[in-house]
């Protein structure tokens, strides 16, 4: 089994929000594979598909990003679910607007729902697929804050739709083909 869990706040209010991109990738994922969000437990939303022969869980956590990791953390535990199985799809400060990579493991770079993972699972090692976001200009966390916690700009919503389905193709390279051959052909692409 393997577990895409992507990260977000619940609620309307945050759907379309920077931070919540991780949601709105699996929500993509979901579609495509035909696999409704049906159960809620481990405090998320659960959906559960079949692909490349493996069964793997969609995670979307339903607590707020800062504690996000305790839902991931116990469904991992519960079906006995290691790093090398897990794909964690977030937003990304880090990386410009527009630009997607997959990365094998990390710290948090000041991502709450990262440290928060690490926090509740003792882990790092796990893939990520980082969803740049861009970084506001000037200092301040506030800005940081107010960043993520708004939607896209007018500019960035036309290109949101060709973004989320290469970042769908980012997951199922991953779920096919493991982290290092989905690297290659994912990031190459950039």
């Known amino acids: 089994m393997k577990i895409i869990c992507g990260l977000g706040n619940p609620g309307r209010e945050y759907e379309r929000h920077r931070h919540n991109i991780g949601f709105q990738v699996v929500e993509a994922l979901c579609a495509r594979w035909k696999a409704p969000f049906t159960s809620h437990k481990f405090e998320a939303?659960?959906?559960t598909a079949s692909f490349a022969g493996d069964k793997v869980l969609l995670?979307?956590?339903q607590t707020f990003m800062n504690i996000s990791g305790q839902a991931l953390a116990a469904a991992a535990r519960f079906y006995?679910?290691?790093v090398e199985g897990v794909l964690v799809v977030h937003d990304e400060l880090d990386l410009p607007f527009g630009?997607?990579?997959l990365k094998p493991g990390g710290g948090s770079g000041g991502h709450n729902g990262l440290k928060s993972i690490a926090e509740s699972w003792g882990e790092q090692d796990y893939a990520r697929l980082r969803f740049g976001v861009g970084r506001p200009p000037g200092p301040g966390p506030d800005r940081v804050v107010g960043h993520v916690l708004s939607?896209?700009?007018t500019e960035e919503q036309p290109q949101l739709p060709a973004l989320i389905a290469?970042?769908?193709e980012g997951c199922e390279l991953w779920a096919r083909d493991g982290m290092q051959k989905a690297m290659n052909a994912f990031n190459r692409k950039a």
Request: proline share 6%.
């Open 59 to 61: 995670l979307k956590p």
């Open 151 to 153: 939607n896209f700009s």
């Open 166 to 168: 290469r970042a769908v």
């Open 80 to 82: 006995k679910v290691g």
């Open 99 to 101: 630009r997607l990579q």
């Open 45 to 47: 939303e659960l959906a």
